[in-house]
């Protein structure tokens, strides 16, 4: 989905006191930014943040993150932030970069509708590709955790054989959401497709560590 290119995004970004510029500043310490030991949730391409915002407000006791690649998101996503929310911060970071911000302090990890890549000369930049999989490792404090939510069945069983060969433990799979829970927070991206009566496919993965 192309977005409306931000003008003034440059500005807007280096004056929310939500957007972290150097993330690789508190790799193994973000729990300094925060100033206290809660577990630290991240969401990987955060879009412009309705889900990540909403998750904040609901768990005050979890810290947030939310990472996306491209300014002109980010903008957008930091123009609906809600400044007080001292649980959530932005970060601008590729997930192929992600050993070099955490080491050994993210409890969870939301993937929600990721780039699908439907090329298979593309699969390797999916987010649940074999080697970003491996990259998370070093990022996870203990137990590993990916929720994962898209439209798009091909990524889901891709990521289903993926996060298995990984070793990961598949569990609350639904391959229509919205019929089966309510009270759901949910993405833009989400609201638009669950409108056109698209199924929205979920699950949730787990590792011992």
Known sequence: MRTRNLKNKEEIIKNSNKFID?????????KELFENDNPIYIEI?????????????????????????FDNILAK????MDENLDNLYITRLDAKDIEEVFKEEIER????FSDPWPKVRHHKRRLTSKNLLK??????KGEKIINLRTDNSDLFAYSIETL???GYIL????LDLHKTKENIITTEYEDKFVSQNKPIYELKAIQKK
């Open 164 to 166: 298995s060969k990984e």
């Open 45 to 69: 391409g955060m879009g412009k943040g309705k889900f990540i915002r909403e998750m904040a407000k609901k768990y005050p006791n979890i810290n947030f993150i939310g990472i996306e690649k």
């Open 77 to 80: 996503a930091l123009k609906r």
């Open 109 to 112: 990890i939301y993937l929600n």
């Open 22 to 30: 150097n993330p690789k500043d508190y790799k193994g310490r973000w």
């Open 135 to 140: 990259k998370y490792d070093s990022c996870f």
């Open 171 to 174: 569990t609350d799979v639904s």
